[in-house]
């Protein structure tokens, strides 16, 4: 080994957690290195995630949309086609290019970059194995960010070949249209899987073990999710547990079972999607160790500075507590950053929105019906659906509504829950309003304009405490 290379802070894993944090932390002035074994940065958002995701989401629903839903808008089309070479391709340059740029942040800010696998020596020193090649490089460090992130849970009993067997990474990348494509999980990856390959023509079916999709959300907000995406043609089977799923050559054989009468169903799929969640991603780190503790889902345990039991090494993102996100994620590394060299830092867990990229969007920030009546806390309901607002008429899109969840007494907005048109772009009125503890009262006497959809934010604001006007 060549002499330790040593850093103010060393970053383990270049995820939206870790490459903000590192960017964050030489910003501040400390002499920062970011360690990363994919080859790429961006994590698993930018390369297997949010990313391509996104890309697949808005070509598959700009090619449904002129394929069914032009004649009325007055557009004549004929013989609409989809190229999945190409829309796959559309999606590896947005990645490319986002990733690209992350590296590019890194010079700019005097980021040091090691393509390599790090792993603990002693709770200062970290080995760099490059993925590239060539001698391994010895690092210390005074303070560590672990950012190493998730990785998809595991289904018991179902092997996973990422061909016809795949997890959301296999379902980004499929090279042709599945005919008949079975999800099992009605989480939000999962549905936005299904929403993607069922409008380029894969009949789908999602499995879901609870009585309802789209876990987190509010319940009013998840049965229309469930009744829109019906009358897309995604088929639901809740209520059900998978029992087998097995590949025989080129199709996948499955068994489900309904959880309350245990009545079983066999069925074929040409591939099967496990969309089951995702746990915390610690192999190669070797933080055994240095002692790192873990809880029993394998999440490395912190306190509320992000520090370990060793209080110079600090954990965040998917690999310790909370939503699994990247806007959570990069927070927490600016946070982590600012502990480090400050002494504080931030996160507002109650005000972190959760966006589902369906069509219609699905987009929430605080709490829903149930929790605030488990927690007993009176709330008033304000709603407003789109069919009542001007521009969503004129773009021929009123799927949906905006429901405010506002304190019995106060005003003050405790939630809330949109679907709809845009409301992955509208939930961040919301979150300003969370963060700055305003009421309903304060949204609904600020002018929005005319004709937005956001004048639907404002009336349903306004429908907590007084009439709506338009509805
Ligand atoms: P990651 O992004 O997982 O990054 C961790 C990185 O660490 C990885 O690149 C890994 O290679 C590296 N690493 C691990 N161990 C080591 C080691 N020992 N040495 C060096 N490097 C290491 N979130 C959203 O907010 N919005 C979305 O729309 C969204 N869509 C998603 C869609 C899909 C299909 C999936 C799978 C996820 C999606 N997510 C979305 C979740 C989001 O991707 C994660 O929450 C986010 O990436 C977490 O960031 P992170 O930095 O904690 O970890």
């Known amino acids: 080994l060549a002499q330790a290379i040593k850093h103010d802070v060393v970053v383990i894993g270049g995820g939206p957690g870790g490459y903000v944090a590192a960017i964050k ?15 790429a940065l961006g994590g698993t958002c930018l390369n297997v995630g949010c990313i391509p995701s996104k890309s697949l989401l808005n070509n598959s629903h700009l090619y449904h949309t002129i394929k069914h839903d032009t004649k009325e808008r007055g557009i004549n089309v004929a013989d609409v086609q989809i190229d999945i070479g190409q829309l ?24 040091k970059y090691y393509k390599g696998s790090g792993s603990f020596v002693d709770e200062h020193t970290i080995n760099v194995d490059p ?56 989480g939000i990856i999962g549905l936005e899987m299904a929403s993607v390959w069922s409008r380029v023509g894969s009949e789908v079916t999602i499995i879901e073990y609870r009585d309802s999709i789209g876990a987190g959300m509010d319940a009013e907000v998840a049965k229309s999710t469930q009744k829109f995406l019906t009358k897309q043609g995604l088929k639901f089977k809740c ?9 025989v050559g080129e199709v996948v054989n499955i068994e489900i079972e309904t959880t309350k009468d245990g009545k079983t169903e066999q069925f074929e799929a040409d591939v099967l999607l496990v969309a089951v969640g995702r746990r915390p991603y610690t192999e ?17 345990v912190i306190d509320s500075e992000y520090r370990t039991k060793h209080p110079h090494i600090r954990v965040i993102g998917d690999v310790t507590f909370g939503p699994m996100l990247a806007h959570k994620a990069e927070e927490e590394g600016i946070a982590a950053a600012e502990f480090i060299k400050k002494g504080h830092g931030h996160v507002n867990y109650g ?11 699905v987009a929430w920030v605080g709490q829903n019906e149930q929790q605030l009546k488990e927690a007993g806390i009176k709330y008033k309901v304000g709603k407003f659906p789109f ?55 304060d949204i609904a006497r600020v002018c929005h304009a005319h004709p937005t959809l956001s004048e639907a934010f404002k009336e349903a604001a306004l429908g907590t405490f007084d009439k709506t006007i338009n509805f």
């Open 25 to 39: 932390a030489a910003q501040l002035g400390l002499d920062t290195a970011c360690i990363e074994k994919r080859g």
């Open 88 to 111: 796959q391709n559309a999606k590896e340059k947005s990645v490319k290019q986002l990733t690209g740029g992350i590296e590019m942040l890194f010079k700019k800010n005097g980021v």
């Open 131 to 186: 993925v590239e090649g060539g001698d391994k490089v010895e690092l210390k460090a005074d303070n560590v960010i672990i950012a190493t992130g998730s990785e998809p849970s595991p289904f018991p009993g179902i092997t996973v070949d990422e061909e016809r067997i795949v997890t959301s990474t296999g379902a980004l990348d499929l090279k042709e249209v599945p005919k008949r494509m079975a999800i099992i999980g009605g």
């Open 239 to 247: 209520g059900a547990k998978v029992t087998k799923g097995e590949r």
């Open 284 to 300: 190669g780190l070797n933080a055994e160790a240095i002692g790192l503790d873990f809880d029993n889902r394998g999440t490395l």
């Open 351 to 361: 005000n972190i929105p959760s966006v589902m990229y369906t069509h219609p969007e």
């Open 387 to 441: 069919i009542a607002n001007s521009r969503a008429k004129t773009n021929l899109d009123t799927e949906g509504f905006v429901k405010f969840l506002a304190d019995a007494e106060t005003q003050r907005v405790l939630g809330v829950h949109i679907i709809g048109p845009n409301a992955g772009e509208m939930i961040a009125e919301a979150g300003l309003a969370l963060e700055y503890g305003a009421s309903t009262e």
